[in-house]
């Protein structure tokens, strides 16, 4: 049995919050009906719906409730956004970058196999987004630019104001308008997300990142943006989303984002304080790590580090029987035994990339779940480095 049991993969999912738990739970068992019947369970609902997009658009400073579409998650957000406004424009052309979610770069992907064009931009070492090659890359066919705004593996904000106004520039001059879609999955609820300020048309959310529920997520879609429906069926969600809304998870998403955006500050500097103290832990107990998160400029939750010879899932395997809840890479793509791409476009040549643990801090960590971190670990990478030849040989 663990000594003490620590989730330090929250980037992957949080837990759902008691308090978002108890707003979603009338809509379970008394509130329960279709939001489009017309009866007055129905009409109930409905209530709940439109006071949830209206405190929704209010929390990312959107211009209107209009602009909030509601998902099923981010993944469904991302498609929509990409191959909506496309089919919608009859676009051609997409610009991304190469550390996107594969949410991002298998649509994308996809999207190749269907004749458009798909330009991937190299980042720097810290995962920034060449801006060079970006504008480099824009062409009067060039209809979307979908960029992320912090990277789900090491953190990286992206300049998204930035970007922003290259593209409002171009657009100034140009007929066929560029729209500008932003991944913000791993960044709502710890910035807060102004959809104005940032510039963007469309911007994707998932609830279960900021300890609202599975299975919910949001897409902002700025007013006189056109996107088509990616499923066909009823009315719903202004037609781009058929299907009978998902009131519970939709009022707890809401309500999630609200406590997350009113603890921004203090969550921040927690995080801050407690990822500094593993950070440092780390470089002064364990010899040849390498951190790989830019603290200059990332979002507070995430620690990515490299161990010299050591196998990133056998760290994995050792330090989750011991209670530790860590991840070698983006929970979709563990498993694979693929060095990670994030960690490859950033220069990291593929063995020190193999050796890589994420660490995702959360609300519920303390200073004690760094601390036994730190008492566990160090002997874990001696442990796995002792069984390396590659190790022993140096
Ligand atoms: C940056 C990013 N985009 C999209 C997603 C997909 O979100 P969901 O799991 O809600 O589909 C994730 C999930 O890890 C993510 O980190």
Sequence with gaps: MAKRKVYLDNSATTYTRPEVVEAMLPYYTNIYGNASSVHSFGQDAKNALTEARKKFAQLINAESSDEIIFTSCGTESDNMAIIGLLEATNGKHIITSQLE????????????????????????SSGIIKLDVLKEKITDDTTIISIMHANNEIGVIEPIEEISKIIKELNSTRKNQIFFHTDAVQTAGKIKLDVQKLGIDLL??????????????????????????????????????PGTENIAG?????????????????????????????????LNLIPKSIINTDFSNSVSSILNV???SVEGESLLLMLDMQGIAVSTGSACASGSTEPSYVLKSIGL???????????????????????YVLEVLPKIVEKVRQMSPVWNKR
């Design 101 to 124: 979610h594969h949410a991002v770069l298998h649509t994308c992907k996809y999207l190749e196999t269907c004749g458009y064009k798909v330009d991937y931009i190299p980042v720097d």
């Design 204 to 241: 994707s959310v998932s609830a279960h990142k900021f300890y609202g529920p599975k299975g919910v997520g949001a897409l902002y879609v700025k007013q006189g943006t056109k996107i088509s429906p990616i499923l066909h069926g009823g009315h719903h969600e202004n037609g781009l989303k």
């Design 349 to 371: 040549d593929p063995v020190t990339a193999q050796g890589t643990i994420r660490f995702s801090l959360g609300r519920q960590n303390t200073h004690e779940d760094i601390a």
């Design 250 to 282: 939709i009022v707890g998403m809401t309500k999630a984002l609200e406590l997350a955006n009113n603890e921004i500050e203090s969550e921040n500097k927690k995080c801050s304080m407690l990822r500094e103290k593993l950070k440092t832990g780390i």
């Design 306 to 308: 490299s161990f010299e």
